[in-house]
């Protein structure tokens, strides 16, 4: 009897121990599974917080977009302005091109009637002139000294223009014939030489229209008027 109390003992003794054990493990599982749980609770709240943030940084990064949206329609009218102001001066370069051509045919127009209005005018006054040194050549009017003293004319107007508008081969030329006249007999002198510095004389009067040219022109003429006089052909 006092064996199986002692047995019952022990088997009650090892049952307490063994569930002993088992509330100890249970209580160390449930303490280490209520620390898992506050920590991984602490572990959700920060992954909120970092959600969080994420999302506020999704926020800035929308509002940053909708502005960059904003600069870019900005640019895209301000583009258009500048197409605009673009067109506008290509219609106003066409406006001043048509002016500009307009104004080029006006000028070559007036140039045009003021040339022919010179050269009218001046041809007239060659017919009168020249019509007058003839009739006063005719009536044997002029003297060998008057001959000598358009000589010296022409030579002072040719210096006169020894730089411009006469060219340098023009101006030996002159001079040459000049010191010809001087130098030989009326008879003997070329009158065509004469006629080549007339046409000189005309040119210079055409394109400068100075007095000295058109002096030039008209000293010349009286000298040829006097050579043909002294050669017999009047």
């Known amino acids: 009897m006092w ?13 307490w ?29 920060r992954f909120k917080l970092i959600d969080e943030r994420f999302r506020l940084i999704d926020e800035r990064f929308r509002q940053i977009d909708e502005r960059f949206k904003s600069i870019d329609e ?22 001043f ?15 045009s009637r003021f040339n022919r209005l010179i050269r009218s005018f001046t041809s007239l006054n060659q017919t009168v002139y ?18 000598r003293f358009l000589v010296r004319e022409i030579e002072r107007l040719t210096s006169a223009y020894d730089t411009n508008p006469l060219k340098p081969e023009e101006v030996r030329f002159i001079l040459e014939v000049m010191k010809e006249i001087k130098e030989k007999d009326p008879k003997e002198i070329d009158l065509r030489k004469l006629d080549k510095i007339l046409e000189i004389a005309d040119r210079l009067i055409m394109e ?27």
């Open 3 to 15: 064996f199986l109390f002692c047995l019952f003992g022990l088997v009650v003794l090892a049952f």
């Open 74 to 95: 900005r640019f895209e009218q301000i583009d258009e302005r500048f197409k605009e102001i673009d067109k506008r001066f290509e219609r106003i370069d066409r406006r």
């Open 17 to 45: 121990g063994t569930l002993a054990s088992i509330l100890t493990t249970l209580i160390s599982v449930g303490s280490l599974a209520y620390w898992l749980g506050r920590k991984f609770g602490e572990i959700d709240e």
């Open 130 to 147: 020249s019509t007058l040194i003839d009739f006063m050549t005719l009536k044997g009017i002029f003297t060998e000294e008057e001959r």
């Open 208 to 234: 400068n229209g100075t007095r000295e040219a058109a002096e030039l022109w008209f000293k010349v003429y009286a000298l040829k008027a006097i050579l043909r006089k002294e050669k017999g052909e009047y």
């Open 97 to 111: 091109e048509e002016i500009d051509r307009r104004f080029n045919e006006l000028r070559e127009y007036v140039d």
